[in-house]
C-alpha cells in the first residue's frame, strides 16, 4: 500500500486541528491499522496517533454533543462557559501533542498490507456483556475489527455492515456517555446537581443498551446461517486412457484454475471450518490446491460416497456435519453437484469444472437445511472472472 494519501492527510493536519479534519485522521489511520501487520514497524506509530485522536475526539464529542445534549434544566445547573472554556484547553494540549508526534514521525513509502483472516477473529461471549463501560468497550473493539475485514472486502454483505456499523455507533454513544460522566464529574459541580445528570445519562444509555440487543441479537442470527460452498472440481485429464475414471489428474489448465479461485476465495474473505471432498484425484487435487491459497491447515475429509454418488447422498452427508461449523467447502462431479444445487434454489446454470456455488442457509442446524432457508449468493468460476 502507497502511503501518499497518507502523508496528504498528515500534511493536512498540520495546518489544521479542526473537528473534521481530526476524526478523518482517525479514521483513515484505524483503517490502515486493521489492513496492516501487527509486526509492521509502523504499526505502533498507528496506534498512537489514534490513541491521541481519540482523546481530542472524547474532548469534541463532550463539547459538542453530550453538553448540547443535556435538558436546560441540566444544564442550568453547572457553570457550562466554564466547562467549555477549560476543555477547549485540554484540547489544545492534545493536538499540540498530536502535532509534535506527526512532525517526529518517518513515515515509510510503502506499506505491506497483510490478509486478516476472519477465523483468526476469535468468538466473544456474549452471555457476559452488561450495562459495563469496560465489557461493552472491549465488545465494540471485537465488532470494529469484524466491520473492518467486512469493509476491506470486495465482495462485502452489506446486510452485514450496515448491523456491525449500527452496533458500533450504539456502542461509542454508550461510551462517550460514560466518559462524559467522568469528565464531568471533575468540575465543581453540587452532589445533587451531578446525581440528576448522572441519573439522565443512564436512563438514556439503558435506552441505548436494549437497542444494541435487539441488533446484536440480528447479528447473531446473521452469523449463525450456514454457508455452503459446492466446488466442482477443476479440469482433468483424459491423456492416460489406461488410468480408471477415479484415478485421472488435473490438466495444466485445472492446475492453474484450482489456486487462481483459491485467491478469489482468500481476496473475499472466505475461509471454511471444514472441507470435504470426493476422494476421486482430480476432486482431492483441486481442493489440496485451493486450501494452500487460503491457509487451510486442517484435514481435509476425502470420502469415495463423494464419488458417483446421488444429490440426496450428498444431501444427507451435508445434513450431518457438526454445527458448529458454519462454512463448509463440498468438492464433488457433476451432475451430482448441479441436482444438488438445484435441491435447495432455482438455478439453471451448468456448473462448469473449477466453479464454486455459494448458497446461505438462514438456520442454525444443517440438519435443517431445506429449499425453505437457502439463498444464491453467488456462482463464480474462472471464464467469468477472466472475462
Known amino acids: 500500500m502507497k502511503t501518499k494519501s497518507f502523508l496528504k492527510k498528515l500534511q493536512k493536519l498540520q495546518k489544521k486541528s479542526d473537528v473534521d479534519s481530526i476524526h478523518a485522521l482517525r ?56 466547562i467549555q472554556k477549560d476543555t477547549n484547553k485540554s484540547r489544545k494540549k492534545q493536538v499540540s501533542k498530536l502535532h509534535a508526534f506527526i512532525a517526529s514521525l518517518d513515515v515509510p513509502k510503502y506499506i505491506e498490507l497483510e490478509n486478516k483472516q476472519s477465523d483468526m477473529l476469535q468468538d466473544y ?25 467486512e469493509l476491506n472486502n470486495e465482495f462485502a454483505d452489506e446486510e452485514k455492515v450496515k448491523i456491525l456499523t449500527s452496533i458500533k455507533d450504539l456502542l461509542g454513544t454508550i461510551n462517550d456517555n460514560f466518559n462524559a460522566l467522568k469528565r464531568l464529574d471533575s468540575f465543581s459541580i453540587d452532589h445533587i446537581s451531578f446525581e440528576q445528570i448522572y441519573e439522565y445519562t443512564q436512563t438514556q444509555n439503558k435506552d441505548l443498551y436494549e437497542k444494541f440487543k435487539k441488533l446484536d441479537k440480528q447479528y447473531r442470527e446473521k452469523e449463525s446461517m450456514k454457508k455452503l460452498y459446492i466446488i466442482r472440481h477443476a479440469k482433468s485429464s483424459w491423456k492416460d486412457s489406461s488410468l480408471d475414471d477415479f484415478d485421472r489428474p488435473l490438466n495444466k489448465r485445472g492446475q492453474k484454475d484450482a489456486p487462481f479461485m483459491g485467491k478469489k476465495l482468500k481476496e473475499k474473505h472466505i475461509f471454511p471450518d471444514i472441507i470435504i471432498s470426493s476422494a476421486a484425484l482430480r476432486a482431492k487435487t483441486t481442493v489440496q490446491l485451493i486450501a494452500k491459497e487460503l491457509g487451510y491447515t486442517k484435514d481435509i475429509l476425502f470420502s469415495n460416497d463423494i464419488y458417483d454418488c446421488s444429490s440426496d447422498t450428498l444431501h444427507k452427508i451435508l445434513t450431518k456435519m457438526d454445527d458448529t461449523y458454519k462454512t463448509v467447502f463440498l468438492c464433488g462431479h457433476n451432475p451430482e453437484l448441479n441436482m444438488l ?3 435447495y434454489i432455482d438455478f ?37 472472472i477472466f472475462n
Not at 125 to 139: G, P, S, V
Open 27 to 82: 479514521i483513515h489511520c484505524r483503517k490502515m491499522l486493521s489492513l496492516i501487520s501487527a509486526d509492521d514497524q509502523f504499526y505502533t506509530a498507528l496506534k498512537k496517533i489514534i490513541k491521541l485522536t481519540n482523546k481530542i475526539r472524547d474532548l469534541d464529542v463532550f463539547l459538542q454533543e453530550y453538553l448540547d445534549s443535556l435538558p436546560k434544566e441540566h444544564q442550568n445547573q453547572i457553570d457550562l462557559k466554564k
Open 125 to 149: 461471549n456474549r452471555e457476559a456483556l452488561t450495562l459495563n463501560q469496560t465489557q461493552l468497550h472491549k465488545y465494540r473493539i471485537h465488532i470494529k475489527k469484524r466491520l473492518y475485514v
Open 341 to 343: 444445487v438445484e435441491m
Open 348 to 384: 439453471d446454470e451448468n456448473i462448469v469444472t473449477c466453479g464454486i456455488v455459494e448458497i446461505e442457509f438462514s438456520c442454525e442446524k444443517w440438519a435443517d437445511i431445506s429449499a425453505e432457508n437457502a439463498k444464491l449468493l453467488s456462482f463464480e468460476y474462472p471464464k467469468k
